[in-house]
T-cell receptor, first 109, second 112 residues
């Protein structure tokens, strides 16, 4: 079956760095997406990886290893506004997104 | 620029009543359109998607239906709501099937 695993909740300190891991199993693969979702709001797109390696966008970076079925989202210089859920989603061979349940990130001052 | 509008933001409906949620996209043509439901602590569940007018694919059998009467309009409906239909409903669009999706504000539906 198809599956996405990511931690349910993580806690980090303002100004620090946090890495949110995601492992996936899909029938075929057409890329890995990360979204940010603040409580009660819609998800917003953060990053897309289809090739192995690291993609950097300002304070956020996303890494992909297709051979390991593994991705992570790295958040640097954490700010209080980064408190949100982070959703990992893998696209299968039929271009359907398989979504993880999300990782709730709590930032403490 | 492209925008997506979804309404209403919140809705409380009695069991057995009908439902109609509307979503419209502006600033693009022939978008792929999606309806998702998000339950607490679970991943987004794809309900319906559409690649063109009148073309609807259903992912989950249930008492919901979707329609796309115009290129940039997507409607989620039910004839009789169940308690289990409560949840957070999200409309989304994408340029193609393998590009990022952009979400509407969501509708918090509570069936009582």
């Amino acid at each position: 079956g198809q599956n996405i695993d990511q931690p349910t909740e993580m806690t980090a300190t303002e100004g620090a760095i946090v890495q949110i891991n995601c492992t996936y199993q899909t029938s075929g693969f057409n890329g890995l997406f990360w979204y940010q979702q603040h409580a009660g709001e819609a998800p917003t797109f953060l990053s897309y990886n289809v090739l192995d390696g690291l993609e950097e966008k300002g304070r956020f970076s996303s890494f992909l290893s297709r051979s390991k079925g593994y991705s992570y989202l790295l958040l640097k210089e954490l700010q209080m506004k980064d408190s949100a859920s982070y959703l990992c989603a893998a696209m299968d061979s039929n271009y359907q997104l398989i979504w993880g349940a999300g990782t709730k990130l709590i930032i403490k001052p | 620029s492209q925008t997506i509008h979804q309404w209403p933001a919140t809705l409380v409906q009695p069991v057995g009543s009908p439902l109609s949620l509307e979503c419209t996209v502006e600033g693009t043509s022939n978008p792929n359109l999606y309806w998702y439901r998000q339950a607490a602590g679970r991943g987004l569940q794809l309900l319906f998607y559409s690649v063109g007018i009148g073309q609807i694919s259903s992912e989950v059998p249930q008492n919901l239906s979707a329609s796309r009467p115009q290129d940039r309009q997507f409607i989620l409906s039910s004839k009789k709501l169940l308690l289990s239909d409560s949840g957070f409903y999200l409309c989304a669009w994408s340029m193609t099937e393998n590009t990022e999706a952009f979400f509407g504000q969501g509708t918090r539906l509570t069936v009582v």
